[in-house]
């Protein structure tokens, strides 16, 4: 009998549950490997196996929360014999830290395996990304999943039972008195990732112009050089000897702001600028600069051969002059909004997925395989939900299409000016309102 594949489904967003749990309703035996368990995903699979206990051969879970632990005690009480559950711990290394002696984020078991053998010599696998939770089991999640059907003996069925025995072999029997334990350490294997983040600090709040200019190979300032340019009339807080400019040249200027910021450390040449003055009012005829920036169409920076720049001020524009003080600048991120630490997600206009959620926060599909259902049915949903007596609510979850920055509690008082100088308004010549040094990240004490 030859093997049968068969891609699920057309969507990443679709449920399988429906399919494997009626697999295992017709099974003789099943064994299950999942990298996680929640008590949602195993009371999707759980009817066939509490009718008949015994056709539950293995089940390896990697990780689980609490709850999910309990739902395995519910197996046991169904009539699962205990040597049937087990709990891959994964690997773990010394570290040699005081604060955490093992690594918290270790290698784990990530294998989603479910394989079934059923009556006449046949069996039937699902290898994939679903893990026995409710976000795969029901469509929330995007996943990607091959089922495989034919003869029992065929010699792809023959590594997936050695791929689950060998889990098994891995793994620790289940034990209810070790659930805490066994919660503990997801724990601290979640903590361990979260410090992995590695989010880097917040750095230091100050202003910093930046001035992305392309320049002829010959074209290059020394100490003491003083530079004329322009950025948008209103960017307070840009004080004489007090702030920082950042001249970045390129032979060739790349095409847009963030991509010359992206390339600003293999500038062809780098420079630390000190303000000198700032004109915001009627501006000067005539200053002293060995060079200016032209930024039409794009920044060129230019030497002033008599030393004496009379500049013709664009409108909305004021001048700054700065002296030239280091030919190297230390590599930094630059920022261009006030500190953060929320951000919201942005929805996508196409339609969503609609679920039903019960009192414990359940999510169990209104219809079997077909979670993705248009935002127009709602109101039929919402009759559904009723004629349950009321039991559950109507959950609709949409696509989210990117994140944007959650509003601060107060903006700048320059915002409007500082929106000219930033790289989304595709200007060169930019004012960061904070910067950290490159690699600023957490300390390594947390990870270990």
């Not at 893990?131 to 590594?159: R, Y």
């Not at 003055?277 to 930024?295: H, M, P």
């Not at 500190?339 to 999510?363: C, K, M, N, Q």
Request: hydrophobic share 40%; charged share 25%; net charge neutral.
């Amino acid at each position: 009998m030859p093997l049968n594949s068969t891609v699920l489904f057309e969507l990443p967003q679709q449920a399988i549950k429906s399919l494997i749990a009626d697999r295992i309703g017709n099974s003789t035996e099943t064994s299950i490997v999942t990298g996680f368990a929640t008590p949602g995903g195993l009371a999707a699979i759980a009817v066939p196996i509490r009718e008949r206990p015994q056709i539950l051969r293995t089940l390896v879970v990697g990780a689980a929360t609490y709850p999910g632990f309990e739902a395995l005690d519910g197996l046991l009480a169904a009539g699962v014999s205990p040597d049937r559950l087990f709990v891959h711990l994964g690997h773990t290394a010394n570290t040699g830290g005081k604060k955490n002696p093992f690594a918290r984020y270790h290698p784990m078991l990530h294998s989603k395996v479910y394989y079934m053998e059923l009556p006449d010599s046949k069996a039937c696998a699902f290898i994939g990304s679903n893990n026995l939770t409710t976000f795969a089991m029901a469509g929330l999640n995007g996943e990607a999943s091959v089922m495989l059907e034919g003869s029992a003996d065929s010699p792809e069925f023959e590594k997936v039972r050695a791929h689950i025995d060998a889990a098994r072999n891995q793994a620790v029997q289940y034990s209810p008195g070790m659930k805490e334990a066994f919660a503990w350490w997801m724990r601290e294997f979640i903590d361990g990732l979260k410090a992995q983040m590695g989010l880097p600090r917040d750095g230091e709040t100050v202003r910093t112009i930046l001035i992305l200019a392309s320049a002829a190979r010959g074209d290059r300032p020394k100490s003491g050089d003083q530079l004329y340019f322009e950025i948008p009339d209103g960017i307070g807080q840009i004080e004489s000897l007090k702030t920082e400019a950042h001249l970045f040249l390129f032979e060739n200027l790349p095409v847009d702001p963030w991509q010359a910021l992206t390339s600003a450390q293999s500038a062809d040449a780098k420079y630390v600028c000190t303000i000198l003055g700032v004109e915001n009012k009627q501006g000067n005829r005539e200053v002293r600069a060995n060079w200016r920036i032209d930024e039409t169409p794009r920044p060129v920076l230019t030497p002033v051969p008599s030393a004496i720049h009379r500049p013709n001020t664009a409108a909305g524009k004021q001048q700054v002059r700065a002296e030239v003080k280091a030919p190297e600048i230390v590599p930094y991120e630059y920022l261009f909004e006030r500190a953060r630490t929320e951000w919201r997600p942005e929805f996508s206009a196409a339609d969503g997925l609609v679920l039903l959620t019960d009192a414990h926060e359940e999510l169990t599909p209104l219809a079997q395989r077909k979670e993705l259902l248009p935002s127009r049915k709602m109101e039929n949903m919402v009759e559904l939900s009723e004629a349950r007596g009321g039991y559950g609510r109507i959950s609709s979850w949409k696509l989210v299409k990117g994140l944007v920055p959650r509003e601060a509690s107060t903006g700048e008082k320059d915002q409007a000016a500082l929106s000219l100088a930033s790289p989304d308004s595709g200007s060169f010549i930019l004012v960061s309102l904070r910067r950290r040094k490159k690699g600023q990240t957490a300390d390594e004490e947390s990870v270990l």
